[in-house]
């Protein structure tokens, strides 16, 4: 029978090995193992472990018996794979690529299908859910400090029935997450704020919410979103690599209580966080500018947005609208920076990450793609052909080579 978009499933892989080192039944591993084994795509990006089980790092897998080895969701992998796409794949130019995506990869990647920076052709999304990541060295900090554990020694750690659960060979231990974030640990404060758990804007989604009865644990939920996700998995499955079964319908309807109630969430963290903001965007900006004097421009938000796309930063390289030297940077650098970006956000956090001056960027972009979406509808990394970002297609605008 063949696969239709808005189809469901539960899945898991045929093969034991898969299925065993894959989070919830490996069938993400099997599927990207699969399609380049038959050459459907040239290379799969997935994430795989690196120096520990903080360390999230991307790989380019050329090799199907090398898929394997990125099995596994890594909760502090907050990196952000479509810069990975656009920067050092050449937006897909040359080569057809299946991309592992969480929620904030797929907007991102969609934000750049949509400014012609990646090619949609040749770019499978498989999409993960996601209910957030964690900062690696705080989580570390955190396991040490709150669960008084010693990070080296954890082989596992999962979010589970709104708990953190902690594993080593010896012990589990868990907290409640909201517990966490009231304390400042947990998830970082962007994904705490996201309200899109289930990347419906990739080619399918897999997660393990919704998966009930004897399945629990041992396979994934599957979602097409669209008609390329639904001709590859018909493959895939009438190839016999995965085992699938109907999902279960009580199985369905928590999976979308979840969503709904971590969208709930999200809408309570995003209403504290902005329950000061008021007025337009310049007045938005204004709200910020005493954290923005903290700013000592070292540009390492604009290098780790995913977004930001002048060839030669005229912030950096043309007159000097920015003064050279001076610290803080002028506002005109931040104002710049929303100018180029205030219908594109999709709140991936990178920015914050790298500040080393601590300043909320993530919660400021947040808060101009809030107004954004307020003004005129639009939500940055949405796929949709009705509601266009009016700021839309940078390409067309010429503003890039
Ligand atoms: C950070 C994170 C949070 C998640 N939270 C939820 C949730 O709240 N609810 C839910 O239903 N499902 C969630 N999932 C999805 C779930 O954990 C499984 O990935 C999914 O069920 C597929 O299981 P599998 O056995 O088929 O995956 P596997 O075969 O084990 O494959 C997992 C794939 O995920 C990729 N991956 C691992 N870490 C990352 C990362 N940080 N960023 C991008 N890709 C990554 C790997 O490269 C691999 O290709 C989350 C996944 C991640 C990565």
Redesign the pocket.
């Known amino acids: 029978m063949a696969v239709n978009v808005n189809d469901t499933c539960y899945?898991?892989?045929a093969d034991s090995e898969?299925?065993d080192?894959?989070?919830?039944?490996?069938?993400?591993?099997?599927?990207?193992k699969y399609i380049l084994e038959k050459g459907i795509v040239d290379a799969?990006l997935?994430?795989?472990k690196g120096a520990d089980l903080y360390d999230?790092v991307p790989?380019l897998i050329t090799k199907p018996e090398e898929?394997i080895e990125?099995?596994?969701?890594?909760?502090?992998?907050?990196?952000n794979?479509a810069k990975v796409v656009e920067k050092y794949l050449n937006g897909l130019k040359d080569i057809k690529v299946a991309v592992?995506?969480?929620p904030c990869?797929a907007m991102t990647l969609t934000e750049l299908i949509k400014k012609g920076r990646v090619v949609e052709d040749n770019l499978l999304m498989?999409g993960?859910?996601?209910?957030?990541?964690m900062a690696p060295n705080k989580t570390r900090i955190m396991i040490d400090e709150i669960f008084e554990m010693d990070p080296d020694e954890v082989v596992k750690e999962e979010?589970a029935k709104g708990k953190l659960i902690i594993e080593t060979t010896v012990e589990e231990k868990e907290i409640k997450i909201d517990d966490l974030e009231e304390d400042g640990w947990g998830r970082r404060t962007n994904c705490q704020r996201c309200e899109i758990?289930?990347p419906s804007m990739a080619d399918m989604a897999?997660?393990?919410?919704?998966?009930i009865g004897p399945h629990a644990g041992k396979a994934?939920?599957v979602e097409v979103f669209s008609q390329k996700g639904a001709d590859i998995l018909d493959e895939v499955i009438s190839s016999g690599v995965v085992e699938i079964e109907p999902a279960n319908p009580k199985g369905i309807e928590i999976?979308a209580k979840?969503d709904q109630s971590?969208f709930k969430l999200a809408t309570k963290s995003k209403d504290k966080a902005f329950e000061n903001l008021q007025g337009d965007l310049l007045a938005i900006f204004d709200q910020y500018k005493d954290e923005f004097a903290r700013c000592m421009k070292c540009f390492g938000c604009r290098e780790a947005c995913p977004i930001c796309y002048c060839a030669d930063c005229i912030l950096e390289s043309g007159p000097e609208w920015i003064t050279k030297g001076l610290i803080p940077a002028a506002p005109l650098f931040h104002l710049g920076r929303a100018v180029h970006m205030a219908d594109s956000c999709t709140n991936c956090g990178q920015c914050e990450e790298v500040c080393p001056s601590e300043i909320p960027v993530a919660e400021f972009w947040d808060a101009v793609r809030q107004k954004i979406h307020e003004i005129y509808g639009y939500k940055a990394g949405i796929r949709s052909n009705e509601i266009l970002s009016p700021l839309s297609n940078y390409q067309d605008l010429g503003l890039r080579d």
């Open positions: 899945m898991w892989s898969i299925a080192k894959g989070e919830y039944g490996g069938a993400v591993t099997t599927i990207l799969v997935a994430v795989e999230a790989k898929v990125s099995a596994g969701s890594l909760h502090c992998g907050t990196l794979l592992t995506c969480k990869d498989v993960v859910n996601c209910g957030g990541t979010i758990n289930i897999l997660g393990n919410w919704g998966v994934t939920f999976r979840i971590m």
